[in-house]
């Protein structure tokens, strides 16, 4: 590195002065919500730290084995530069080489003398540089910053060479961990993607063995209906069941599109509470018609969370609905309570209980009841459930990070479960 800088004339104010910037920097680059606002707090640091005007920062790009400019959302102008370095770059095996911040006059000998063929090569050689910045992950140069001042030469002293390192360095890990959780997050979506593939193979099978019978009746109905056309109550009988069956099949389709469909929910700030009480007022004519009784109790203190108004409320409707299915017409009664509920670490989330007093689950389904295609609804061609809906549910709890459980006593009735994250969770 090089240093031609006299020492500070007060070292210990300095050094102070320096490590209150070294704090906010890493405050500032601790917390980045996407790559392009990271790297314009990194190139805002360290320019106001070396005084230089603009600058420019580059990541490794592993797969395509090169050095990828950032876009900021606040570019500059002034420099025009190649967005694509290549590991063979002169400057970039200097910084790889050395390790260390490069002044102009270092900079002066590894672009301005060597001009590659690449065009891209060229464009950057001839830039107005002034300063090359390393940031270093494991002794590994995962990326680097290059900054232009308004002079034509500029020296940099030596306390804040020391601190452009220690900035570079923060720089560095803040990027290395950004890019970690990245590459988690893409993993989890990826496993949750494969997941629900593996899913639709089981699918794929339930949906054929599920329109085998409604087609074997649409088929019957085709095939006898020109020698019986004149049967009224024949055409009448089968005309209904094969509307029946058409229903049916469609209702299949768009319970496998819903679930195929890849759901990441649109999270906003929701209250519950609200949400649950929605859901009670659309079902409220239909338990009323069935003399199904609603008892609603919802804690005034429940937090608030983040959540998919209408997928929570599709899980809503749906466990509601099979709950008053469940009880049938026998004047059952249909409990919802919503509470906090405490998680260990003291974590506070939400949960909305559903209880019915039906006729229950029994042990041996109870284990594949969130099982695609398995359902217990058989009383009725037009009741009869597809056995998507608790699975789905599943399916959209679990992307809320939630969990959804349920406890039955076969003859006493069921309880479903949703716990949710809130604002403390």
């Known amino acids: 590195m090089t240093n031609h800088a006299a020492p500070q004339s007060n070292p210990d104010q300095a050094g102070a ?21 990271i790297a314009e707090r990194i190139l805002s640091g360290l320019s106001d730290a070396s005084r230089h005007s603009q600058g420019l920062l580059y990541l490794l790009d592993r797969e395509r084995e090169c050095f990828r400019l950032v876009n900021v959302p606040t570019p500059t102008s002034l420099i025009t530069a190649p967005p694509v370095v290549p590991l063979k770059h002169p400057l970039v095996q200097q910084l790889a080489d050395r390790q260390d911040i490069l002044d102009s006059s270092v900079l002066a000998d590894s672009l301005r003398t060597t001009l590659l063929d690449n065009t891209a090569d060229a464009q950057f050689a001839t830039l107005p540089i002034n300063l090359a910045i390393p940031l270093l992950n494991r002794c590994q140069l995962i990326a680097f910053v290059v900054l232009q001042s308004q002079k034509e030469s500029t020296v940099i002293p030596s306390d804040t060479l020391g601190l452009l390192t220690a900035m570079a360095q923060s720089a560095a890990n803040a990027l290395d961990s950004f890019l970690l ?15 629900r593939l593996r899913s639709l193979e089981t699918i794929a099978g339930g949906f054929a063995h599920e329109i085998r019978n409604p087609l074997t009746s649409i088929k019957t109905f085709i095939q006898l209906a020109p020698e019986r056309k004149d049967d009224s109550q024949f055409i009448g009988e089968f005309s209904r069941i094969v509307l029946e069956d058409v229903n049916r099949i469609e209702r299949l389709i768009q319970e496998i599109l819903d679930y195929a469909r890849y759901m990441e929910p649109q999270l906003t700030d929701e209250d519950l509470n609200e949400i649950v009480s929605s859901c009670l007022y659309f079902i409220q004519v239909k338990a009323d018609s069935r003399g199904i009784k609603i008892e609603k109790d919802l804690a005034p203190e429940l937090l608030r969370g983040m959540l998919d108004r209408q997928q929570i409320k599709q899980v809503l409707l749906n466990l509601l609905l099979n709950a008053m299915d469940a009880i049938g017409d026998k004047n059952g009664t249909l409990r919802v309570r919503t509470t906090r509920l405490p998680k260990v670490g003291g974590e506070m989330w939400m949960q909305v209980q559903i209880e019915d007093t039906g006729h229950g689950i029994s042990a041996e389904n109870l284990d594949h009841i ?3 295609f398995f359902t217990t609804k058989y009383a009725s061609t037009l009741n009869e459930g597809t056995g998507l809906g608790l699975t789905i549910a599943h399916q959209i709890v679990r992307e809320h990070r939630g969990e959804i459980q349920v406890q039955s006593t076969e003859g006493s009735g069921t309880t479903f479960l949703i716990n949710l994250p809130s604002h403390q969770g």
Do not use: C, N, W
């Open 181 to 195: 959780y990245e590459d988690l997050r893409q993993s989890q979506v990826l496993m949750r993607r494969t997941d």
């Open 17 to 37: 002065a320096s490590l209150q910037r070294l704090t906010k920097f890493a405050r500032d680059i601790g917390h980045p919500t996407s790559l392009p606002i």
């Open 370 to 372: 969130f099982d695609p």
